[in-house]
């Protein structure tokens, strides 16, 4: 079946800089899009969500860009703090599916 | 609000073993999600309750998992017998109503299970 994957397995910053996490999606069907956190031992968390209706949508500190010409979705976080070190996961979800998850980026941050 | 609830957080055993993991959901939550998680990867959903229903069970290996949600409250997942490939992390997630526009899951710390 459609999956969804990511281009980058880790991603190493330096604190204070921008992270930006990328996935790619296959299934042209789906309209609704998550990013989690996943801390290690921890469930994943939600981070900030999209529809297929827009392009871009900001929280705090963190902005996903949705491309849905190429099926690309980003997730940029501002001011990297140690805090931020775990895995991301890209989920996609459309109606009559369920959520289809990434593989996962790992994000260190760097002192 | 309390989270989600699993328990054991773990459990080693050895193959051809039985294991079952525990799951209560954030209070007042329909839909019931549990998910295998294996080292490196995303979470795999395998079956996915309404209530006390099944929604989905397509990737669930049926010849040796099972659930169960009787009351459509908390849920239990069943590996009979274990098999190596089974070492992974067993997440649960809640959600309101998975028929809702932005339905938000809810994730409980998991149980790793190691069969060794």
């Known amino acids: 079946g459609e999956s969804v994957g990511l281009h980058l397995p880790t991603l190493s910053v330096q604190e204070g800089d921008n992270s930006i996490i990328n996935c790619a999606y296959s299934?042209?069907?789906?309209?609704?899009f998550i990013w989690y956190k996943q801390e290690s031992g921890k469930g994943p968390q939600f981070i900030i969500d999209i529809r297929s209706n827009m392009d871009k949508r900001q929280g705090q500190r963190v902005t996903v860009l949705l491309n849905k010409t190429v099926k690309h979705l980003s997730l940029q976080i501002a001011a990297t703090q140690p805090g931020d070190s775990a895995v991301y996961f890209c989920a996609e979800n459309g109606y009559g599916q369920n959520f289809v998850f990434g593989p996962g980026t790992r994000l260190s941050v760097l002192p | 609000e309390a989270g989600v609830a699993q328990s054991p957080r773990y459990k080693i055993i050895e193959k051809r073993q039985s294991v079952a993991f525990w799951c209560n959901p954030i209070?007042?939550?329909?839909?019931l999600y549990w998910y295998q998680q294996i080292l490196g990867q995303g979470p795999k959903l395998l079956i996915q309750?309404?209530?006390?229903?099944?929604?989905?069970d397509s990737q669930l290996p049926k010849d040796r998992f099972s659930a169960e949600r009787l009351k459509g409250v908390d849920s239990t997942l069943k590996i009979q017998p274990a098999k190596l490939e089974d070492s992974a992390v067993y997440l649960c997630a809640s959600s309101s109503n998975f028929r809702d526009k932005n339905n938000e899951q809810f994730f409980g710390p998991g149980t790793r299970l190691t069969v060794l």
């Open positions: 209070s007042g939550h329909a839909t």
């Open positions: 309750f309404q209530n006390n229903g099944v929604v989905d």
């Open positions: 299934n042209s069907a789906s309209d609704y």
